[in-house]
């Protein structure tokens, strides 16, 4: 037996309202997610007149960023024709998200979870998430 | 072209909040889910301690409740062996629940989103959910 | 930010092991998976003869018992037509299996895990995932 | 009528165990799964700390080596785009992996089953599989 060290749903939410501070700053309204240590999700929110097909995306993005405990910008990295990892979006039942808005949630070096932004441009979803990821 | 009403992030956060009370009340912690008037989701909480299975839940009964317009309590009834909705639950790819906890979310009479609620027993999530629909 | 305990791969061969002579007891080769606390899995064997389709059936049976905290054989009573989930398999990706078998794996009162059977009968599934869960 | 040789339980065992031994000396905790000659799972462990993500990879790695009766990193040389078999990961509902880490398992010169590994680098992957397939 040992022990994980994984988010509650006060961290979630405040994870979650940091990265609707950052996207407020950008102008773009989005979807966050937060999933904890064992890759289920702890909360969601849409802001209004962010993307339907985004709610997906940002749980999956969530996802990801810890079930392989790096942000999906650098997964995108090695998953492109000719990276180590090209194809990998095809596993876990299309819960694989290759580009950039997901970034582990981190207690010291440990990943206790996943933050997942998505619904503006790759960049935006990614200084969201950043932003969300610090407020830990 | 018409206009359509619909549950916002501010909406779906108060429709939560109540919901969570009660839970407090009930002593059991739960998933609460809300969709919008397209069935889309808005907003997502996992209490500390919840199933994990719910999460799923909770999505798919708010979707319902939006889907058909009626609580899933009251679809129960229909889609038994014998029903005159019996196999509903094979359509939607698995989004639609047929036991209480999905509750529609109404301006007037007008159904503007969904809450769905899963965690406890069939009876406590819809107590529950009918106790965060009334905070609309 | 809490921390949980989980089952490791020790446990977990532990598990099985016992499993496996649970069923070479019963002469009813079967699938043995086990899960961790966010209802990933850690291993999962076949014995030799064992059901081909079984191999999903056992490892869905342990993720349930986790996902819902109770035993795949509890969650049947009520998810019969007329009980208070009925239809609770259509959530979750075809991953709720509501016949007996999963068992819930607890460290005193807390589960921290989920092991499944499939490949005998109902009773032998069960009779043989307790003596696994007993092992923990 | 004929005969096909296939790779039992503790053939599984013994693959997997070399597999683990050689993750060990490159300090990198994986996944490891093994199928039979029916492209079917054996038997899987996830070593303690492995990625989450990697538990399908893995499994779809070992019955990718199997069902093409080569290795996914050959597989990868011809799925790339211009390559012969640009796009095969989108046949077989998700299975099959085109990058390195799984490896046909061999009685003399026939196939009788397949590993895969998942949880480090490519290079890590395939090394670690090799590893584990010469123990057959």
Known sequence: MHTVETVSLDDARRVIAAGEEAALAEGQPVNIAV???????????????AW????????????????????????????????QFYGIQESNHGQVMIFGGGVPLLSGETVVGGVGVSGGTGEQDETIAAAAAQAL
């Open 35 to 49: 999933v904890d240590v064992g890759g289920n999700l702890v909360a969601h929110i849409r802001q209004d007149g």
């Open 52 to 83: 339907l097909g985004s709610v997906d995306i940002a749980i999956n993005k969530a996802y990801t960023a810890r079930a392989f405990d790096l942000s999906t910008a650098d997964l995108a990295k090695s998953s492109k024709p000719g990276g």
